[in-house]
């Protein structure tokens, strides 16, 4: 089975865990947009509780790491439901369509700064570094296929998509948070590495993502001018 059809498969699956609830928000009347804004309310959450946690954690308790992370999670289903929302309950619209895509931004952008903000407090140095370049792939993936679109080229190729950098991430801190919590006193490793390597991968991806994107851009570009 290949990567994109097992990701198919995980998100209709997820869809229909989830289809209850679309149907009792579009029954008591819950728009996609305040669906949207709560998600990034729930991630603005999640990054302060990093904050506090890098002002106020003793350097062995993950805890905040492994609640934030939990959050980053759960706020990621309101970024699957509004979407769902709005095509069940037939409220699409253009403007609805660029809220999300800015407000998910935004989520994005405080996520990482307050994993950004816990490791700097820690003084982890090179994972901060790590985390802030996972942010500038993040962002250039969205920011290639927005202007790729807007040229009118569909650009939606590439591995590391916004559902597999939130899983990721959040997956990374929630297993941070239990690891240190059961191992308690005498960790065999740093447990900061178990969110470290899953925003390794999300650096190293989503900017290989970008790239090709931006490669994918090129290719359709010729081939348009070849034609004419």
Same mark, same amino acid.
């Given at each position: 089975?290949?990567?994109?059809?097992?990701?198919?498969?995980?998100?209709?699956?997820?869809?229909?865990?989830?289809?209850?609830?679309?149907?009792?928000?579009?029954?008591?009347?819950?728009?996609?947009?305040?669906?949207?804004?709560?998600?990034?309310?729930?991630?603005?959450?999640?990054?302060?509780?990093?904050?506090?946690?890098?002002?106020?954690?003793?350097?062995?308790?993950?805890?905040?790491?492994?609640?934030?992370?939990?959050?980053?999670?759960?706020?990621?289903?309101?970024?699957?439901?509004?979407?769902?929302?709005?095509?069940?309950?037939?409220?699409?619209?253009?403007?609805?369509?660029?809220?999300?895509?800015?407000?998910?931004?935004?989520?994005?952008?405080?996520?990482?700064?307050?994993?950004?903000?816990?490791?700097?407090?820690?003084?982890?140095? /090179?994972? !901060? #570094?790590?985390?802030? *370049?996972?942010?500038? +792939?993040? %962002?250039?993936?969205? =920011?290639?296929?927005?202007? @790729?679109?807007?040229?009118?080229?569909?650009?939606?190729?590439?591995?590391?998509?916004?559902?597999?950098?939130?899983?990721?991430?959040?997956?990374?801190?929630?297993?941070?948070?239990?690891?240190?919590?059961?191992?308690?006193?005498?960790?065999?490793?740093?447990?900061?590495?178990?969110?470290?390597?899953?925003?390794? /991968?999300? !650096? #190293?991806?989503?900017? *290989?993502?970008?790239? +090709?994107? %931006?490669?994918?851009? =090129?290719?359709?570009?010729? @081939?348009?001018?070849?034609?004419?």
């Amino acid at each position: 089975m290949s990567f994109k059809t097992t990701r198919n498969w995980l998100q209709q699956t997820i869809y229909k865990i989830i289809a209850p609830v679309v149907h009792g928000m579009i029954r008591i009347g819950i728009t996609p947009n305040a669906i949207t804004a709560t998600g990034l309310v729930l991630n603005i959450i999640a990054a302060c509780i990093f904050i506090d946690g890098g002002l106020h954690a003793q350097a062995n308790d993950y805890s905040y790491v492994g609640w934030g992370g939990a959050l980053i999670l759960f706020a990621g289903l309101f970024d699957m439901m509004d979407g769902q929302v709005a095509r069940i309950g037939n409220m699409k619209s253009t403007f609805g369509a660029l809220f999300d895509s800015v407000l998910d931004r935004y989520s994005e952008l405080f996520t990482f700064f307050g994993i950004c903000s816990y490791l700097i407090l820690h003084n982890y140095t /090179f994972e !901060a #570094i790590v985390a802030f *370049i996972a942010l500038i +792939g993040s %962002l250039m993936v969205s =920011y290639v296929r927005a202007r @790729a679109e807007g040229l009118n080229i569909e650009c939606k190729v590439g591995l590391m998509q916004r559902p597999e950098r939130v899983v990721l991430t959040s997956l990374g801190a929630v297993c941070c948070g239990v690891y240190a919590y059961f191992a308690e006193e005498s960790p065999a490793f740093d447990p900061i590495w178990i969110l470290t390597i899953p925003l390794l /991968f999300v !650096a #190293i991806f989503s900017n *290989i993502t970008a790239f +090709g994107r %931006l490669r994918h851009c =090129y290719r359709v570009m010729k @081939a348009m001018e070849n034609e004419k």
